[in-house]
């Protein structure tokens, strides 16, 4: 196993198209082509062409998929990223995972 420098391990995030704002809650399937920033709650799965960031104050209940996916809140279901899944300190996944790469924080939960 060769080590890499951080910056050779830290995954290239697409440029944010698409939000939900903390105060939101969607209800349904979220799709689109460009990467999504989710700092609310969602209700349903969420796929996108690009990345998607759930970040610290957000909750997602259903599936991810997407090519990079970085994880500061929760997700509850299923995340598929052909790319690199982060898991940061305050987040947490409950349900399975299908990625290419893997990192996970002190602190990140994956159950």
Do not use: Y
Request: charged residues 25%; aromatic residues 2%.
């Amino acid at each position: 196993m060769a080590w890499r420098t951080r910056n050779e391990t830290e995954p290239t995030l697409d440029k944010i198209e698409n939000v939900v704002g903390r105060s939101c809650i969607v209800r349904g399937d979220l799709i689109a082509d460009g990467a999504f920033r989710v700092d609310g709650a969602i209700e349903g799965s969420v796929e996108s062409k690009a990345a998607v960031v759930v970040a610290e104050s957000a909750t997602v209940t259903g599936n991810v998929r997407a090519t990079d996916v970085v994880v500061a809140g929760k997700v509850h279901g299923n995340v598929h990223c052909s790319g690199h899944l982060e898991i940061l300190a305050t987040g947490s996944i409950q349900g399975d995972i299908e990625v290419t790469s893997l990192r996970i924080e002190a602190g990140g939960v994956f159950a």
